[in-house]
T-cell receptor, first 113, second 114 residues
Framework: AQSVAQPEDQVNVAEGNPLTVKCTYS??????LFWYVQYPNRGLQFLLK??????LVKGSYGFEAEFNKSQTSFHLKKPSALVSDSALYFCAVRDAGAQKLVFGQGTRLTINP | DTEVTQTPKHLVMGMTNKKSLKCEQH?????MYWYKQKAKKPPELMFVYSYEKLSINESVPSRFSPECPNSSLLNLHLHALQPEDSALYLCASSQDLAVTDTQYFGPGTRLTVL
């Protein structure tokens, strides 16, 4: 069975500082990993995904994520946070052969001016 | 263009009403999804359509009835809902059901059941 954990319910970062939103996963085969962002009362917006290849994945709005197979992690990062990055972030995983995308519980990111 | 549209944006209905939610995409995607999301929680999968056929039903109560009239449209018919069904209903689409395919979400319909 596949699962994903976001160990932090809330992350607070000062504007201009680097940010990290953590995600760890568990799958039986090769993992396919996704990050989405959700602004208040909106749908989920796709940020980036890891399928195979380079462990550092670059996505939308300056976000990137690092896939670490030995630590089964896929942390989301940005070098310099903006106030407008404040939102709810979801990590999701799909195992090869699985029919469903499994989401983590979400991390509320707040960027303080 | 990665746009999925949903109508209406907001819906308030009584427990005896019948209403429908509509979702549309023009990306040529062959898989479409309905999710239910409660506040501050992740989306929960309800239904998956692939090539206009129902592929997954996550044991959703029969008061929710999905319909896929064509490859661009997905409806969710609602009847005799309960107050606990109040939630944000999200539609998504993807190229196909491949594990590598990205799901693109619409803005959602905020449903309130009185």
């Amino acid at each position: 069975a596949q699962s994903v954990a976001q160990p932090e319910d809330q992350v607070n970062v000062a504007e201009g500082n680097p940010l990290t939103v953590k995600c760890t996963y568990s799958v039986s085969g090769n993992p396919y990993l996704f990050w989405y962002v959700q602004y208040p009362n909106r749908g989920l917006q796709f940020l980036l995904k890891y399928i195979t290849g380079d462990n550092l994945v670059k996505g939308s709005y300056g976000f990137e994520a690092e896939f670490n197979k030995s630590q089964t992690s896929f942390h989301l990062k940005k070098p310099s946070a903006l106030v407008s990055d404040s939102a709810l972030y979801f990590c999701a995983v799909r195992d090869a052969g699985a029919q469903k995308l499994v989401f983590g519980q979400g991390t509320r990111l707040t960027i303080n001016p | 263009d990665t746009e999925v549209t949903q109508t209406p944006k907001h819906l308030v209905m009584g427990m005896t009403n019948k209403k429908s939610l509509k979702c549309e995409q023009h990306m040529g995607h062959r898989a479409m999804y309905w999710y239910k999301q409660k506040a501050k929680k992740p989306p929960e999968l309800m239904f998956v359509y692939s090539y206009e056929k129902l592929s997954i039903n996550e044991s959703v109560p029969s008061r929710f009835s999905p319909e896929c009239p064509n490859s661009s449209l997905l409806n969710l018919h609602l009847h005799a809902l309960q107050p606990e069904d109040s939630a944000l209903y999200l539609c998504a689409s993807s190229q196909d059901l491949a594990v590598t395919d990205t799901q693109y979400f619409g803005p959602g319909t905020r449903l309130t059941v009185l």
